[in-house]
């Protein structure tokens, strides 16, 4: 008997511009295109194992080896049938001899390498793998930006990582959503000098889920509509620039702009949302302070920092800075040994970290 199954996996991406607002809320087109950096594979990465078979009884999800609900009509479910639509469509419609997998149930296995308590956000990996570990067992003739086209609806984050290196989603016009998709700016060997240091400040369960406080922002928000048609577009254009190029300068002070104005602009949302807490402040502080000195020496800064819908931060920065830049962490926020086996790197009080490259 043929085993028919497939193991791939994706890493986490952290967006640079940010994503926040939706357009439609089903095929979830956002408001704004965006921009990431998808982590190296050795790191942060979600693993998924796929495996269709007639004698399974439905469709069914482990999550860490806990078996979850696919709600019926739901973003997991959406999925799985977009890509059983697709198997019909590209391969078992096209050759009679091919296997009926789409008929098959399906049975799915996903792992994350990272602490689910590190509180970083999984579902862009998760969704990411998800789809490429199914598009595998389907053999689906379909690229990356294909299939970003179906992460995108399990989470809008998860079309970004479906690519390495510098990422953009593309917000597109199209009401179907069929121009709403990732596509590469640069490969991570385009500019391999670029580390994302990960300072996690807090594993607490986010107050306000992403998904539910952007649609507050997009209902409330003055601001975003601002961000939205004078901002996020020239940004978009600048950054890509700034990749193409390898200008650290201007790649950090857009990525640090941007944070701030993603929490302006929940800020701006009512009720206002807080995503940021007083240790996330003051590495904002400590960035800024050793970019001023930077500047003072060089005229050019050597950390950017952002933040997602919580508190922990994220610092790229060229890899000669790495050193300095955990030392200097080390030093404001003292060492907690209980994480240092967590990430392997480093780990500090209120702030735990990992060194990613
Ligand atoms: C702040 O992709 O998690 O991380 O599409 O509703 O699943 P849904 O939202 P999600 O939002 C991510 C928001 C963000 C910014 C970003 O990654 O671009």
Redesign the pocket.
Known sequence: MAIYQATTSAPV?I?CI???G?RDTKL?LPTNS?L?VTLDQDHLRSTTTSRADPSFKKDTLWLNGQEELIKDGGRMATCIAELKRLRKELVEDKDPDAPKLSTFPVHISSFNNFPTAAGL?S??SGFAALVSSIATLYALPCDASALSLIARQG????CRSLFGGYVAWEQGTSPSGEDSYAVQIAPQSHWPDIHALICVVSDDKKGTS??SG?QRTVETSPLLQHRIKHVVPQRMADISKAILERDFDTFAKITMADSNQ?HAVALDTEPPIFYMNDVSKAIIALVVEYNRVAVLKTGKVKAAYTY??GPNAVIYTPKENVKEIVQMIVKYFPQKEAFKDVFGIFGVQGVQGAVVD
């Open positions: 991406n967006a940010k994503y926040w939706k979830i965006s990431s956000a579902s862009a989470s809008g984050s998860a992403s998904t952007m993603f997602d819908a």
